[in-house]
């Protein structure tokens, strides 16, 4: 990032993306206080169309793109964790991304944040250990929530292969929460694959 020069004097822009564009998010706040917004990007989420699986959610995008007062609401179909309610900056991204500005001028300031986090193609013990990096960074100490987003192709085990090995190496809440959810996956997925095989003589 040293050898970005964005100039000062250039207009806001709305940079929409996720994922890998978390270095270049990062680097706007810190050098500028750009705000970014964390939505679908051209091949990731517009290409499918609004309202649908891999899509986007077009009110909430436009919302966030034109209302400059109020508030709405999001349908997010996630899980509860810590019920309760919190206000702050949104920060975060994909978390080897930001994991990998720690000690550098880069390094993210979350305290009083609302901190989200997501990644892909990363196995339980991978997430745990850069939560507890960021947990050891006090990066997680001071913030007003944590959000964390959609973890793809994280259980990579074969569908015959019992989950329960990575459980007793994880110490993340969330890695609990997505391989449980991998496990259930997995299980619907053999369940299918035994009722497609019909019965045997």
């Not at 705000?35 to 990007?41: A, N, S």
């Not at 947990?135 to 019992?162: C, E, V, Y």
């Amino acid at each position: 990032m040293d050898i970005l020069q964005v100039p000062k004097s250039l207009p806001l822009k709305p940079l929409i993306g996720f994922s890998d564009i978390t270095t270049l998010q990062i680097y706007l706040w810190h050098a500028h206080r750009w705000t970014g917004f964390y939505g679908p990007m051209l091949a990731a989420g517009l290409d499918h169309g609004p309202g649908v699986p891999g899509g986007y959610d077009e009110a909430s995008f436009r919302n966030a793109l034109t209302k400059t007062s109020g508030s709405w609401t999001i349908p997010l179909q996630g899980e509860i964790l810590q019920p309760g309610s919190a206000e702050g900056i949104v920060l975060g991204g994909a978390m080897t991304l930001l994991e990998a500005t720690l000690g550098t001028p880069w390094e993210l300031d979350t305290d009083g944040a609302i901190l989200i986090l997501e990644d892909r193609a990363m196995k339980p013990y991978q997430i745990d250990r850069v939560l507890m990096h960021l947990k050891h960074a006090r990066k997680l100490s001071k913030i007003r929530g944590l959000i964390l987003g959609d973890f793809p192709q994280l259980f990579t085990a074969r569908p015959s292969a019992t989950p329960r090995a990575p459980y007793l190496r994880c110490r993340s809440a969330y890695a609990l929460v997505c391989m449980r959810k991998a496990a259930a996956r997995s299980k619907s997925s053999n369940r299918r694959s035994s009722n497609e095989s019909g019965p045997t003589e």
